[in-house]
């Protein structure tokens, strides 16, 4: 029995390091405060419910009741950046609601040894009608790749013009960040890197069973960074595979929910 | 008038009494008199130009700071920016001051993996000599650093000293943060700081040093000028005390009123010691006069009091309406310096009507040796060949005067104008070597702000907006007027630039994206620079733009931009410090042209009605307007700005000139009622009023030379401009004066008024049938009365004819001498008839003897005022003619009746 207590006392702290090291599995998602911007794991917000009442929610604490005022049309009270503001919040509740929805961890983990950051742009799954700018807002909506053909696309909607020389070697992000183009060709994906060219930053990477399949997956969140490019709201990527080897999917079943309130299925 | 200065003549003690108590008064408050510098004073007050100033710094807040100019080849060096840091918190410590705008401050916009970071840029001190250029360039990227807190090309940077709101004392302030920043000094290579409250403080520090030099200056200029033209030591001395006992009330009154020493009131006392001694000297030199007649002290006093009792209360209100009409200004110091320089005036006027007749009856006797020799027989040759010279050349003289007028009329286009407060330091001072330091390397300290306004909430959340904001800030940095043009529109640009992990802050593309930058944006940070509602915005553009003339151009060429090219949407308006310089600016002008013009509407007035008509007003001007043109013209010559100072020395110099003209005409009244001959009368004025008329203004001049050692540029040409306009004075009443009214018979609105006529007389007067008795008093004027006994000759047979004689009171008989048996009675005449006009009209020798019955009074009028009456006064005089005839008529008819009466009578005595 004494050897069994010591083999916990011994194990389950080294287990528990592990498992706390290991990226965002159980922890709450990083959020940019609003007015400042600051990456942060909880927020106050103090937004109007009424033509003359106020009320402070703090996120991700009050989502619910965030949830609750914004289906009694509370979000459509104060000025257009306070209206902005329902909207920020509602969106980060709706992200930590989409992490949350499945209470159970998924098991077989093939993702959270990937180093997303640096993610090479072929492991994504991006193909001919599935540009990473459709992937990104409206993932169902990609065909399926046709049979025999790799995955490759344009990686940029407004991309003007081919350039002569492409790096493809490199790639891939670079600490979160993406600046470049990528087309296809018939020899294959070619991309060359442009540090002045529009391109996409990763924000965060947290990992979840989002579609309850028992595999864990990974969910990006990306914006677009570069000149010209819009800072719309942040893009959700949702990222499962079930070997160490193959590329990256999106989960079956796993849609983002859309904007705005809703009554169901809010967990936390 | 006479009353007064005879009263104290007979009551000195109560006099000197009276001066001592109310010095008591005055110096009472004395201790709570200001030296204060303010901008605010030296703009103009409560208009909507200035309403809208105030409301725009409510909305966004003051425009100015105060910096502290930091220069170093590694500015960002760990040890300098640790002694910096120590010093920013010693300064924050302050009691003034609100907050410290520094790179230790400043957020520097930026994203670390993708989430903002407001971080201040010197939040980590740089390690290394790379990561200090690094931090360096990228605030140089930041529209809200480059040229305001980093110098983009030198190794120069600035700390922002933002003030609380209350009003703090200049000298406090800039004391307090030059210590607060004198650690620094071995780590800079140059450190300072710099802002308003160092040159107001400049200011007053040299007010002080000023006061303290140039008041000493001013008594020495005027003991001088009254020593060698007076030669008395109590006529030196009393306009020097009179002097004091004004300057001492007229601080108390400023002490009392809350009216502090400034730029332009501190220059008062030693305009009150010059200025206030040309009363005094009149009355002296008329004194002396008396006495040199062998009046005794008393006797000469009231002789003093009876001549100048009058001149001097009207040359005294001249010159205080001159003073006053500098307070029309709407500039706060110039209604300060027209009140306090006229109120200071009547004080001294006041000290000298009370102590002059005081001190001379008590110590009139008491005389140096009475070296004034002016008034010797040489003199009096002088005077008449100067005046017969003039005379003979007067049609060279007024050409030659036309010709410098006209030619000086042509310098006054090229007058500029230039009402900056830093141009009140010379480019001497350290605080102005300062200011073009930061002018140099940085966007420098002066201000105005662009707001534009929609009325429509959330406005400028709209790029189309906001692109409305960028695009007269690139054309004002186009046109190269600014090196530092900030909005909301660049807090946007540059959260934008940061958030898209661009190099450089960019303006969003779409509505979407500016609310969703928005969101990450706390209102604080731009509240300098749009509404809360964001309808209003606010673009603040620093500039080194310090000659008015060159942004009055600027200004309106930005207006004209912005009316033709902003959004119909939108309004601007130009508002800020350097706007409402250029509005004092522009009011200053429209102040001295309107003070200049009612000034000499005013004296026209005066001298009109003083002579009786509004032409011998008219002509007094014009050796008061000739000046006036020679100095502008001479500004626009020379290159001499209108400004705070040289605004005021027209209307000045036109107040304290016309003294002379005044002086100069009554004297010459006088003196033709006694001469009856112009051309004595007029050397006569000249011999007699060159010595108070010439000392006077020596003095003056020599009093406002005194300014040219001050160290304020406007001061030291109004100094100037102000002797150059007395000397002008000084030449135009001894040339145009005595040319413009020699051709004039004076009535002064004395002899109007004095004259005793009884009203049966004018009534009765056959001569005056149908005048008016004001026209009747006027013709009057133009001869002189003469008093005779019973007995008395007014003519004799066989004179020269060229006097009529009106009679005014008793009875005078026209008789014919007959040889060894007396006289034969031809006519008697009562008051009201005219006698002696046949002969003079005939021009033949007389006649008859006229001979005095009764003690009586008769008005005589020579040929040569009969003829000037014609030209002057025709319509006058053309019915005094036609009345003469009808009179004329009547006594032919009497005469021929008397004589057929008489020759029945003698025909019935033959048969």
Redesign the interface.
């Known amino acids: 029995m004494k050897r069994i207590f010591f083999l916990l006392s011994v194990i389950l702290p080294a287990w528990m390091t592990a498992w706390a090291e290991a990226p965002n599995r159980s922890d709450s998602p ?1 959020f ?1 405060a ?6 942060v794991k909880e927020y106050e917000l103090t937004l109007p419910v009424s033509r003359y009442e106020e009320e402070t929610f703090v996120i991700p604490r009050d989502c619910k009741k965030l949830n609750s005022r914004l289906l009694a049309g509370a979000g459509h009270w104060g ?3 306070q209206r ?2 329902w909207l ?1 919040a509602d969106d980060d509740c709706r992200y930590l609601n989409y992490l949350k929805q499945n209470p159970h961890r998924g098991d077989k983990d093939f993702v959270s040894d990937y180093d997303f950051m640096n993610a090479r742009i072929a492991d994504l799954p991006l193909r001919p009608g599935c540009d990473l700018y459709v992937l990104l807002r409206d993932p169902q909506s990609c065909p399926e790749p046709l049979p025999g053909m790799p995955d490759f696309t344009m990686f940029m909607m407004h991309r003007e013009h081919h350039p002569q020389e492409a790096d493809n070697d490199d790639c891939r992000f670079e ?3 993406f600046r470049g183009s990528i087309y296809p060709t018939p020899e294959g994906i070619v991309c060359r890197k442009d540090p002045r060219a529009p391109g996409y ?4 990477v947290d990992y979840a069973d989002v579609n309850g399949d028992g595999y864990l997956d990974a969910v990006l969140r990306l ?10 709201e942040l893009l959700v990527l949702p990222l499962t595979r079930f070997s160490a080897n193959e590329p990256f999917t999106i989960p079956k079943g796993a849609e983002y929910p859309r904007m705005g309130p809703t009554n169901e299925g809010w967990i936390y | 008038m006479n009353r007064v200065l005879s009263f104290f003549a007979d009551h000195p003690m109560v006099g000197l009494a009276i001066l001592f108590l109310l010095s008591l008064v005055f110096s009472w408050k004395l201790d709570d008199l200001q030296v204060r510098i303010s901008a605010e004073e030296m703009l103009v007050q409560q208009d909507e130009e200035h309403a809208f100033y105030d409301r725009m710094r409510e909305l966004f807040g003051d425009e100015q700071a105060v910096l502290v100019y930091l220069q170093a080849p590694r500015l960002l060096e760990q040890k300098r920016l640790k002694a910096l840091k120590e010093a920013i918190g010693e300064i924050e410590k302050l009691p003034f001051v609100d907050r410290v705008e520094s790179l230790f401050s400043v957020p520097w916009v930026k994203t670390v993996e993708g989430y903002l970071d407001k971080k201040p840029y010197l939040d980590k001190l740089p390690q290394s000599p790379e990561e200090e250029q690094q931090v360096l360039e990228e605030a140089r990227k930041n529209p809200f650093l480059r040229n305001v807190l980093v110098s983009p090309i030198r190794d120069v940077m600035a700390a922002a000293i933002i003030l609380k709101k209350e009003s703090w004392d200049d000298e406090t302030v800039s004391h307090a943060l030059d210590e607060a920043v004198a650690p620094l000094q071995g780590h800079y290579d140059q450190v300072f700081t710099i802002g308003f409250p160092e040159v107001r403080s400049e200011i007053v520090q040299r007010i002080r040093q000023e006061q303290a030099r140039l008041f000493p200056l001013a008594i020495a200029a005027l003991l001088i000028a009254l020593f060698l033209l007076l030669r008395q030591l109590i006529d030196i001395l009393l306009p020097l005390l009179s002097a004091g006992f004004s300057i001492l009330w007229t601080l108390g009154f400023m002490a009392m009123a809350g009216i502090p020493l400034n730029v332009v009131t501190s220059i008062i006392p030693i305009l009150l010691v010059i200025v206030g001694s040309t009363e005094d000297i009149h009355l002296l030199s008329e004194f002396r006069q008396g006495q040199r007649q062998g009046l005794a002290t008393r006797e000469a006093l009231k002789h003093m009091a009876r001549r100048m009792g009058t001149i001097v209360l009207l040359t005294f209100a001249t010159t205080y309406l001159g003073f006053l009409s500098v307070g029309l200004s709407r500039i706060q110091v110039l209604w300060q310096f027209g009140l306090v320089s006229s109120t200071g005036l009547l004080f001294n006027f006041v000290a000298t009507v009370i102590l002059i007749p005081s001190i001379l009856s008590l110590a009139g006797k008491w005389q140096l040796d009475g070296k004034a020799k002016i008034y010797g027989e040489k003199s009096r040759r002088i005077a008449r060949a100067y005046w017969n010279f003039l005379w003979r050349h007067r049609k060279a003289t007024i050409l030659l005067f036309l010709v410098f007028t006209l030619a000086s009329m042509s310098g006054i286009p090229r007058i500029h104008i230039n009402h900056n407060v830093i141009d009140s330091l010379g480019s001497d001072s350290p605080v102005r070597q300062h200011i073009d330091l930061v002018n140099r390397d940085l966007a420098g300290l002066e201000t105005f702000s662009i707001v534009v306004d929609s009325g429509i909430e959330d406005t400028f959340l709209k790029v189309r907006y906001l692109e409305e904001l960028a695009k007269i800030q690139q054309f004002i940095e186009r046109k190269g007027w600014s090196r530092s043009t900030t909005s909301f529109a660049d807090y946007l640009s540059l959260l934008n630039g940061a958030f898209q992990e661009l190099d450089e802050p960019v303006m969003p593309e779409s509505d979407d994206a500016v609310t969703e930058l928005m969101i990450f944006l706390k209102y604080d940070e731009v509240k300098n620079y749009v509404t809360k509602d964001y309808s209003e915005a606010r673009i603040l553009v620093r500039h080194a733009i310090y000659d008015s003339e060159q942004l009055k151009q600027v200004l309106q060429e930005l207006q004209e931009y912005i009316h033709e090219n902003l959004d119909p949407g939108l309004q601007a308006h130009i508002t800020g410090d350097s706007v409402l310089t250029l509005y004092a600016t522009q009011a200053m002008i429209d102040g001295q042209l309107q003070s200049i013009g009612l000034l000499l509407v005013i004296i026209i007035l005066i001298i009109g009605v003083l002579f009786t008509e509004i032409r011998v007003g008219l002509l007094a001007t014009l050796p008061n307007l000739f000046p006036v043109v020679v100095m502008f013209g001479f500004m626009g010559f020379l290159g001499v700005p209108l400004n705070i100072g040289t605004t005021m020395a027209a209307a000045i110099a036109i107040g304290i000139a016309v003294d002379d003209t005044l002086h100069f005409m009554l004297r010459y009244n006088r003196e033709l009622k006694a001469s009856k001959s112009h051309g004595i009368a007029m050397y006569q004025t000249i011999y007699s009023e060159a010595l108070p008329v010439i000392s006077t203004s020596l003095a003056l001049i020599a009093g406002f030379l005194v300014f040219l050692r001050s160290s304020f540029p406007p001061i030291e040409q109004f100094g100037m401009l102000g002797a150059l306009v007395l000397f002008m004075a000084l030449l135009a009443d001894f040339v145009i004066t005595p040319l413009a009214i020699s051709s004039l018979r004076l009535v002064t609105i004395w002899d109007l008024l004095s004259l005793q006529l009884r009203k049966q007389v004018l009534e009765k007067s056959p001569l005056f049938e149908g005048l008016h008795p004001w026209q009747i008093r006027q013709f009057i004027l133009s001869g002189s009365i003469q008093h005779y006994q019973k007995g008395d000759h007014v003519f004799n047979q066989g004179d020269e004819s060229d006097e009529l004689y009106l009679l005014l009171t008793g009875k005078v008989e026209a008789c014919l001498p007959l040889p060894g048996k007396g006289y034969e009675r031809l006519e008697q005449f009562s008051p009201g008839d005219v006698f002696g006009d046949v002969a003079l009209l005939a021009e033949i020798p007389r006649k008859t003897d006229a001979v005095v019955v009764e003690p009586s009074t008769v008005l005589v009028l020579n040929r040569e005022s009969i003829e000037r009456n014609l030209r002057h006064r025709p319509r006058i005089t053309a019915r005094i003619f036609a009345n003469l005839a009808g009179d004329m008529a009547r006594r032919l008819i009497r005469m021929i009746n008397r004589q057929h009466a008489q020759g029945i009578k003698t025909r019935r005595q033959r048969s």
Do not use: C, D, F
């Open positions: 990083w940019a609003p007015y400042t911007g600051e990456k000025n257009r950046v902005r503001l920020k600490n979160g960040v930053r990763i924000l965060s914006t677009t960074i570069g000149r010209r490019a819009s800072r719309p």
